[in-house]
Every structure is written in C-alpha cells, then in structure tokens.
C-alpha cells in the first residue's frame, strides 16, 4: 500500500500560477494528476512514467508541467500550472498504478483514470 498526499491548491486569478506536490511513501513508476469537476467529472490531466516518459491532456498542454522525484529518501510528484484558466478550477489528486510496463501504457491510463492508489486531493480554484 502507497499513501499519497497532495497540498499546493488554493485560489488565484485567471492567468495566475499554482504549483501542487504529491508526497508518496514509496516508488511506483507511473503517476498522474487528476482532476474532478463537478459539471464535467473526473479527467485525467498528466501522467509521468519513471523519468523516461510524460503525457498531458489537450486541455492542459503547453501550460501544465508534471516532473517527479525519486530518491532512496522521497519521492513525490509535482505539477506546474500555468496561465490558469477559470476551467481548470476542481480537485486535484495525485494517482498512481503499479506494474504499469511502459510509458505509453501510463498516459493511457488518463483516458480511463483507472488508477489504484489516491490521495486526498487538493482544490484549485481559478476565478476571472
């Protein structure tokens, strides 16, 4: 079992910055970040695979930045966001799924969010 737990959420203007943290209690290869919006449900924002392999939604391209870090001391998942948009407003969770082979495979997995391990989630609010 892996516990996640996001912070970095908050509230800011239309084009403004967030940055979120996932911290983990151990490795696994593939993570995501994930949103869920009340109109719209659960979608699936970006996906990193080891060091070797990062994926975004359409949505999110160009102005969200997932990266990682693992060491023998942590590991924990980031996501830079930028020039937010009152329709990024939701829940973030950091998610993650063991046994995942490739990188491919992994950003697949933010179409289905089938994901096995959740954090909390943090809320990010956009206002204009």
């Known amino acids: 079992q892996v516990q996640l737990v996001e912070s970095g959420g908050g509230s800011v203007l239309d084009g403004g910055s967030l940055r979120l943290t996932c911290t983990l209690s151990g490795y696994i290869g593939c993570l995501a970040w994930i949103r869920q919006v009340p109109e719209k449900g659960r979608e699936g924002v970006a996906a990193?695979?080891?060091?070797?392999?990062?994926?975004?939604s359409d949505s999110v391209k160009g102005r969200f930045t997932i990266s990682r870090l693992d060491t023998d001391a942590e590991n924990a998942l980031y996501l830079q966001m930028n020039s937010l948009k009152p329709e990024d407003t939701g829940m973030y969770y950091c998610?993650?799924?063991?046994?995942?082979?490739?990188?491919?495979?992994?950003?697949?997995?933010?179409?289905?969010?089938?994901?096995?391990?959740w954090g909390q989630g943090t809320q990010v609010t956009v206002s204009s």
């Open positions: 990193s695979w080891n060091t070797d392999f990062v994926s975004y």
């Open positions: 998610a993650a799924r063991r046994n995942i082979q490739t990188g491919p495979r992994c950003g697949a997995l933010l179409r289905s969010t089938d994901f096995e391990f």
